[in-house]
C-alpha cells in the first residue's frame, strides 16, 4: 500500500460518523494487505507507530515538526505557527503550507506505507548529541516525498494525535470482520500480545492461532484497572469480596525468567533501572518463573508509607540511581500473579491466581481478606487509612484478570472526594500572581481515540505546581489563539469534582462543577483517561440519588 492511499483512507474515515462504517471500510482493506503491511496498516490507523508493549519513542515535538515543515515548504517557521493557530490543527497547517510550497520535491517517487514507518524508526532510532539533527533531516526528507494530503497525516501521526476517531475497539471488530474470527478471539489475543498489528497477522491465520496466544515474560501487557464503587453495593450485588489495601504507590508489572527480572511500569515502561532494589527483592522472593502485578511503595523511617510523588521521582530518575536509593525506601507489595513456570493465569479466577501467587512468593506479599459484610470490610477500610495507605480495593474471587479493562471485578473505595484522570488539551494564560505561566488548563475524556473537553481546571494548584506544570507542557504547546493555546495531548491530571452536569458547552456533553487540580498522573498515558461513557455511567449513577447522598463522602454509601 502506498503512504497516499493510506491518507485517502483516513480523510475518508474522518469523514464518517458511524463506528460501524468505520468497521467495515477498515475490514474491507486489511485481506488484501500484505504480511509486512499489516500490522503498520494497523497500528498507524489508531495513531501509532510501535506496538504497545515497545519502548521505542519518535521523541519529536511539535517544534521540531514545524522547523522541518518550514523548510520544505520555503517558509519560515513563524509562517507554520500562525497557520497552526488558525485552523487549530497543526495537520491542516502542514497541507495547506505544502499545497504553495516553493520547494520541489526531494523525491518524484511517493512512499510505500513500509518506507514510511521504515523512516519513523531511523527516527525513534537516532540518539546523541546529533540526534535532533538527525530527526531533523528525516522528517525533511518524509515531507518532501509527500502530497499535501499525504503530509497532513504524516504529520498528525508524527505527534500522535491522528485525529481520524477510531479506537481500539473499532480496530479490533474490523479485524474479527476481515479475517471472519469470534471478536472474543481477537481480544483475548490483544491482552496476550499488546499490539493489534500482530494480532491482525494471526487472525489470517484462523481461530486456532488466536486461540494458541499466551502472555510471555519480557513482553508486558496491560494492567487491569478499578474503578470507584462503594462498599455496601459491591457486597449487595456480588456477595463476599477479597479485600486488599489500595496502596499510594505506583503499579509495575514484573517479569522474571531464570535469574534476569525486568519491571515495567503502568505506561509499560520499562523501569528495571531505575528500581534495582525492587527488581533484586523479587527476584530473592519468587520460585520459578513468573509475571506479577504490584504496586512500589516509598517508605520512611517509621515504615509509614511515603507519597506517590516520591515513588515517582524514583521512576523519572536515570542517573544517580545508587544516591538515590539510599535516600528512599522502596519495598514490592505483590497481589497478583499473570503468567507462573510457563502457564497463563489470565483467565484463571482470582482466588485461583492467589493460590498460586502464595505458593510462589516467599516475602512481598499483599495482605488479602475475603469479607461478606459491611462491617467488616468497613473495619479494613478504617485500619488502611490508619496505617496510611489510600483506602482499599474489593476484588471479586471468581473474576479472571482482564489486562486493560476497567470494571466492577477491582473496585477501590477512598475517602476523599471523586476524581477523574483526564487529558490535558488546552490552557490559558494566568493573569495577576499567575502571570508568566499558564493559570487554567483544558481538559478532555476520550471517546473511540478522540479526545473531548468536559471542563477547565484553575484551582488546587499552587505557585510551585503552577510553575512545574508550564514548564511540564510549554513545549507542547500546538496552537495559540488570544490568551488560549492548544496543547498536544500527552500529559494527564488527576482533577477532584463535585459534581458532574449536563452541559451543551463542551462537546463532551458534560461539564464538571468545581473541578480542582489533584496532581499529575505522571503513571498514565493519554489512552488510560476516563473514558465518554464512563462519565455518563457516572452521571447517571450520581442522577439516582438524592441531593444529600450525591455529595457524601461516606465509602459505605
Avoid at 19 to 47: W, Y
Avoid at 552 to 557: A, F, K, L, M, V
Wanted: one cysteine or more.
Amino acid at each position: 500500500m502506498e503512504f497516499a492511499e493510506f491518507a485517502l483512507v483516513c480523510e475518508r474515515l474522518e469523514a464518517l460518523a458511524g463506528r460501524l462504517e468505520m468497521r467495515d471500510l477498515v475490514a474491507s482493506l486489511l485481506p488484501g494487505l500484505g504480511e509486512a503491511e499489516l500490522p503498520v496498516f494497523i497500528r498507524f490507523v489508531q495513531g501509532r507507530v510501535f506496538p504497545d508493549w515497545s519502548s521505542e519513542k519518535l521523541g519529536i515535538g511539535p517544534n521540531l515538526l514545524y522547523e522541518a515543515v518550514a523548510y520544505v515548504a520555503g517558509r519560515k517557521r513563524a509562517d507554520v505557527v500562525r497557520l497552526v493557530n488558525e485552523t487549530g490543527d497543526a495537520g491542516l497547517a502542514v497541507e495547506r503550507l505544502l499545497e504553495r510550497r516553493q520547494q520541489s520535491s526531494f523525491f518524484s517517487d511517493s512512499m510505500s506505507l513500509a518506507e514510511v514507518h521504515a523512516l519513523l524508526v531511523r527516527v525513534a532510532s537516532s540518539a546523541g548529541p546529533q540526534s535532533q539533527q538527525a530527526k531533523m533531516r528525516l522528517l525533511r526528507q518524509g515531507f518532501g516525498a509527500m502530497t499535501p494530503l499525504e503530509a497532513r497525516y504524516f504529520a498528525r501521526l508524527v505527534l500522535a494525535e491522528l485525529r481520524i476517531g477510531i479506537g481500539e475497539g473499532t480496530v479490533r471488530d474490523a479485524i474479527a470482520v476481515a479475517f471472519g474470527v469470534d471478536p472474543a478471539l481477537v481480544e483475548h489475543a490483544q491482552q496476550a500480545k499488546n499490539d493489534l498489528g500482530e494480532v491482525a497477522l494471526l487472525a489470517r491465520e484462523g481461530p486456532a492461532s488466536l486461540e494458541a496466544v499466551s502472555i510471555v515474560p519480557f513482553r508486558p501487557v496491560r494492567l487491569m484497572l478499578a474503578q470507584q464503587g462503594t462498599i455496601a453495593q459491591q457486597l449487595a450485588d456480588f456477595g463476599p469480596v477479597a479485600v486488599e489495601y489500595k496502596y499510594d504507590g505506583s503499579r509495575i508489572q514484573f517479569h522474571r525468567l531464570g535469574k534476569v527480572g525486568r519491571c515495567w511500569s503502568r505506561r509499560l515502561e520499562e523501569v528495571t533501572h531505575a528500581l534495582p532494589e525492587v527488581v533484586e527483592s523479587l527476584l530473592a522472593a519468587t520460585h520459578g518463573d513468573v509475571i506479577l502485578d504490584a504496586e512500589v511503595v516509598a517508605v520512611g523511617p517509621d515504615g509509614r508509607p511515603l507519597p506517590f510523588q516520591t515513588v515517582l521521582r524514583r521512576f523519572r530518575r536515570k542517573h544517580g540511581v545508587a544516591e538515590a536509593r539510599e535516600a528512599i525506601t522502596l519495598v514490592p507489595r505483590v497481589f497478583d500473579c499473570l503468567w507462573a513456570d510457563g502457564e497463563t493465569l489470565l483467565d484463571r479466577p482470582l482466588a485461583e491466581r492467589r493460590a498460586r501467587l502464595e505458593a510462589l512468593l516467599i516475602d512481598h506479599l499483599a495482605p488479602q481478606q475475603v469479607l461478606g459484610d459491611v462491617e467488616s470490610v468497613q473495619a479494613v477500610y478504617e485500619q488502611a487509612l490508619t496505617d496510611g495507605h489510600e483506602g482499599v480495593m474489593l476484588k471479586l474471587p471468581g473474576s479472571p484478570y482482564t489486562p486493560g479493562a476497567r470494571g466492577r471485578a477491582w473496585i477501590k473505595i477512598k475517602p476523599e472526594a471523586e476524581t477523574l484522570d483526564l487529558a490535558v488539551i488546552g490552557a490559558g494564560w494566568g493573569e495577576g500572581r499567575r502571570a508568566g505561566a499558564f493559570g487554567t488548563y483544558e481538559l478532555a475524556v476520550q471517546d473511540r481515540g478522540r479526545l473531548l473537553p468536559v471542563g477547565r481546571v484553575a484551582t488546587g494548584m499552587t505557585d510551585e505546581d503552577l510553575a512545574s506544570l508550564h514548564a511540564l507542557v510549554q513545549d507542547l504547546v500546538i496552537a495559540e489563539s488570544g490568551a488560549s493555546v492548544t496543547l498536544e495531548p500527552g500529559v494527564v491530571f488527576e482533577v477532584g469534582y463535585s459534581e458532574i452536569q449536563a452541559s451543551p458547552t463542551y462537546a463532551s456533553g458534560y461539564a464538571l462543577r468545581f473541578p480542582r487540580f489533584v496532581r499529575v498522573r505522571e503513571d498514565k498515558g493519554v489512552d488510560e483517561v476516563e473514558t465518554l461513557e464512563s462519565l455518563e455511567e457516572r452521571y447517571l449513577a450520581q442522577t439516582t440519588r438524592t441531593g444529600a447522598d450525591a455529595h457524601r463522602d461516606d465509602p459505605t454509601s
